[in-house]
């Protein structure tokens, strides 16, 4: 009877449609045991004890609750016109909403992050390290990982800069590749994860943006970006050609953004940056001039800009809210930037 005690009790511990079914069936046995012989009494005394535990939360259900409510919290601090409705799964709401922490300042994300955890724990979650690691700048954590009831329902994401590439990416190459390779291993994982993501590659959309979240536009992007990076890599560094091709990677890494484009002050605003300075930088070692970002006003960035992309943004009117393309002058032939602006 111990083992047997022992069985049920995990059982209905467990929570969700197994206990309840459990709950049921030990409630009618006892009904039916109610006047017998002493030595049903015996059994029907157990099944009581049983039944006398407190009933289980089913363990995916009450994190699920409290994330969704933080969610709707969260949502107008980020950007209330895009983000849809959130995920039902618990594991993919708690990726979704570290993910809508990326698009923030650095205070706002460490302030969600705090909030997010205390939710979880309270509801009985487990927030945890990420276990899947990808190539990046640094080593930081994007997406904590998270345990329900035991069971595993986010790995997390974080990365590395010694972590190994995606299979599809080179593993190596010099100062200004490497750090290429830094830039899009995580946005080539979080292209796949991010439903809120958009691009503006010119050369698949030449107009406005187009939405990531479908499986084939997240291949033909995916397509130009290795095959940019890896171009690259593959060059005698620091001549004319080596630039062009820098040129046209650093393309493909700032057209993936979100609308509107994440301010400089978060993670992906920060990836930007990056990204800037190594193009920057390259071009400053082949030689002077040859590379020219446009002013944050874009009356001043029109100049050196054509096929621009404006949004609605009426409290940053008339700024460029995210350079997708760097003026560049190669082989003594001008190619026109490009930008997204308020409008």
């Given at each position: 009877?111990?083992?047997?005690?022992?069985?049920?009790?995990?059982?209905?511990?467990?929570?969700?449609?197994?206990?309840?079914?459990?709950?049921?069936?030990?409630?009618?046995?006892?009904?039916?045991?109610?006047?017998?012989?002493?030595?049903?009494?015996e059994v029907s005394a157990a099944i009581a004890r049983l039944l006398s535990s407190p009933i289980s939360t089913p363990p995916d259900l009450a994190p699920d609750k409290g994330l969704a409510a933080l969610w709707e919290r969260t949502i107008p601090a980020v950007d209330e016109r895009s983000p849809g409705e959130p995920a039902r799964d618990v594991g993919r709401l708690w990726d979704e909403i570290h993910l809508l922490g990326l698009r923030m300042s650095a205070d706002d994300r460490t302030d969600l992050e705090a909030r997010v955890?205390?939710?979880?724990?309270?509801?009985?979650?487990?927030?945890?390290?990420?276990?899947?690691?990808?190539?990046?700048l640094v080593r930081e954590t994007l997406i904590p990982a998270l345990r329900v009831g035991g069971r595993v329902v986010s790995t997390g994401l974080a990365t590395a800069p010694d972590a190994p590439p995606p299979p599809d990416l080179p593993t190596g190459g010099d100062a200004e590749a490497m750090a290429l390779l830094r830039l899009a291993a995580p946005i080539l994982t979080l292209v796949s994860r991010d439903r809120h993501l958009?691009?503006?590659?010119?050369?698949?959309?030449?107009?406005?943006?187009?939405?990531?979240?479908?499986?084939?536009?997240?291949?033909?992007?995916?397509?130009?970006?290795?095959?940019?990076?890896?171009?690259?890599?593959?060059?005698?560094?620091?001549?004319?050609?080596?630039?062009?091709?820098?040129?046209?990677?650093h393309e493909a890494i700032t057209s993936v953004v979100h609308v509107p484009p994440a301010p400089e002050g978060s993670w992906w605003g920060r990836l930007r940056l990056h990204a800037h300075t190594v193009v920057r930088d390259?071009?400053?070692?082949?030689?002077?001039?040859?590379?020219?970002?446009?002013?944050?006003?874009?009356?001043?960035?029109?100049?050196?800009?054509?096929?621009?992309?404006?949004?609605?943004?009426?409290?940053?009117?008339?700024?460029?809210?995210?350079?997708?393309?760097?003026?560049?002058?190669?082989?003594?032939?001008e190619s026109p930037g490009r930008v997204i602006y308020a409008s």
């Open positions: 009877m111990a083992s047997l005690d022992d069985a049920l009790t995990k059982l209905l511990d467990g929570g969700g449609p197994p206990a309840a079914v459990a709950r049921g069936m030990l409630s009618g046995l006892r009904e039916a045991l109610a006047s017998v012989s002493p030595g049903e009494r955890a205390a939710e979880a724990r309270a509801s009985g979650a487990e927030p945890g390290a990420a276990t899947t690691v990808v190539l990046g958009s691009h503006c590659l010119q050369i698949l959309q030449s107009r406005g943006l187009a939405s990531l979240a479908a499986p084939t536009e997240q291949e033909r992007l995916r397509n130009q970006l290795v095959s940019r990076v890896t171009t690259v890599t593959g060059m005698t560094t620091h001549s004319m050609d080596w630039l062009e091709q820098l040129v046209r990677a390259g071009a400053n070692l082949v030689g002077p001039g040859l590379v020219k970002l446009p002013p944050s006003r874009f009356t001043a960035a029109r100049a050196f800009t054509e096929h621009d992309i404006p949004l609605k943004v009426p409290e940053s009117t008339g700024m460029v809210l995210a350079c997708v393309r760097v003026w560049s002058r190669i082989h003594d032939v």
